[in-house]
């Protein structure tokens, strides 16, 4: 059986959606073929379950890229609130929990129902549970599956990066690009937790469960966020941030009292020297069981100004050595992905294969935590759609 439309569309989630309900709405006839048996399951899971659909505060420099430009143009033209707009025309609830963050009061349902009419409205046709065997470029472009041909001048790489295969994630988008000659950037896992190594671990870990506020920093980026010890190293957002930045075997800085000069009181001779005193100002502070843990793999090494000075110095530079990271089975994004180089920044189109697009996490655009990852897949979908 062959299929003729004017745009196929690999990947039904957030930016191939978005795609195809702005080509849809022009008039196009569109095809999403998905692999999965539903649209958008990552969709689904997202920010808990209520998806952190976008960020007030959106910037170019919340993306990570080889050319920090590049996300640019796709920005300024489907911002957040083109987004917020569609979201309140489908009358869905939603929040600001912090930080600009915007999240569904119900649950993320209601943005993949939201897209999911959107695209119905457009005419968008949808194949579920298509396994796609081939893809080749004759007069038009030809998708292969097991029972049918799908034929269309356009072909749009909207099948997502590598993280969390359980619900289906692939290479298919990167191989994809190989096979027309795109480079690639070597994808990593970002948003992900961190495992210490071994001293760390064992000096630390049993402390699961404890969170802080601090500073992380590494590659010359900074986030001042919580931070969460974990079973097998760190997490919590001050952590996923600079992970998308940390690559082995680069330290990571940690400030665990951002802002705070634990030891300043002990200058007024008045304050005893001792470590109970000590501990009670790093309780006031820092978690009272990670405050005694600390101090206990750090005590100072004599009463003298000096000590407590490289005390305090130490506090605020706690440099941690990752053995590695929890990886694709617990990393929000992927990393990397299709070089810009190879893309225009208006329209997503291969500049060596007219009618070829990459949108969303397959391209070598990674926001921060904070809905930034789904803003660039509304956005570069957007751009895709509107140039089909
Ligand atoms: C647990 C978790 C929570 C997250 N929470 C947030 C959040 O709150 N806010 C935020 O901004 N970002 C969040 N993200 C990141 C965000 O989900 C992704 O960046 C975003 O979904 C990327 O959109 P995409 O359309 O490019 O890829 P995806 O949403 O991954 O969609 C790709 C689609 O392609 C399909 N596909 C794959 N291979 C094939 C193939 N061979 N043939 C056909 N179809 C195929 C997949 O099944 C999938 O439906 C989260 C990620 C995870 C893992």
Redesign the pocket.
């Known amino acids: 059986m062959i299929h003729s439309f004017d745009a196929l569309i ?7 959606l978005m795609c195809a309900i702005e080509a849809g709405q022009r008039g196009r006839r569109v095809a999403v ?4 048996d539903r ?5 689904l ?3 808990g379950g209520r ?3 976008t960020n007030l505060h959106c910037r170019p420099e919340d993306f990570l890229s080889a050319n920090p430009h590049f996300a640019k143009s796709a920005l300024a033209r489907y911002t957040p609130a083109d987004f917020i707009a569609l979201v309140e025309k489908h009358r869905i609830p939603y929040h600001e929990k912090t930080l600009g963050q915007l999240f569904c009061d119900r649950s993320a349902r209601d943005i993949l129902g939201m897209l999911e009419s959107e695209c119905a409205d457009a005419r968008v046709s949808i194949f579920l549970s ?1 396994n ?1 065997l081939k893809v080749i470029r004759e007069d038009v472009f030809v998708v292969r599956t097991a029972d049918a041909e799908f034929r269309a001048p356009a072909l749009i790489v ?4 590598l ?2 295969p359980k ?4 290479s ?2 990167y191989d994809l690009a190989r096979q027309f000659g795109l480079k690639i950037r070597d994808p990593w896992p970002g948003l992900v937790p961190l495992v210490l190594n071994t001293d760390d671990r064992s000096r630390f870990c049993d402390l699961a469960g404890v969170s802080a506020d601090v500073i992380a920093s590494c590659d010359g980026q900074e986030f001042r966020e919580k931070m969460l010890i974990t079973h097998r190293g760190l997490s919590g957002p001050a952590i996923l941030q600079i992970s998308s930045y940390w690559k082995s075997p680069q330290t990571i800085r940690i400030d665990l009292a951002p802002g705070q000069e634990i030891t300043a009181a002990f200058r007024d001779q008045a304050t005893p020297r001792t470590l109970d005193t000590l501990r009670t100002k790093f309780r006031k502070i820092l978690p009272n069981r990670f405050a005694d843990r600390w101090l206990d793999a750090n005590p100072p090494s004599a009463w003298t100004n000096q000590a407590l000075a490289d005390l305090e110095r130490q506090t605020h530079a706690w440099t941690i050595t990752p053995s590695g990271t929890e990886g694709y089975e617990k ?3 992927t990393a990397g992905g299709v070089d810009t180089d190879e893309l225009s920044a208006k329209t997503m189109e291969s500049r060596k294969v007219p009618g070829l697009y990459f ?4 391209v070598d655009v990674t ?1 921060h935590l ?8 509304w956005a570069s ?1 957007a751009a895709a759609g509107r140039a089909l």
């Open positions: 690999l990947g039904g989630g957030a930016a191939g073929l998905e692999r999965a649209l958008g399951k990552k969709i899971i997202s920010g998806c952190n659909f298509t796609i909207a099948t997502g990066g993280s969390i619900i289906g994630a692939t298919f988008g990393a929000e994004v949108i969303g996490e397959v926001g904070g809905g930034f990852n789904f803003q660039w897949a979908g």
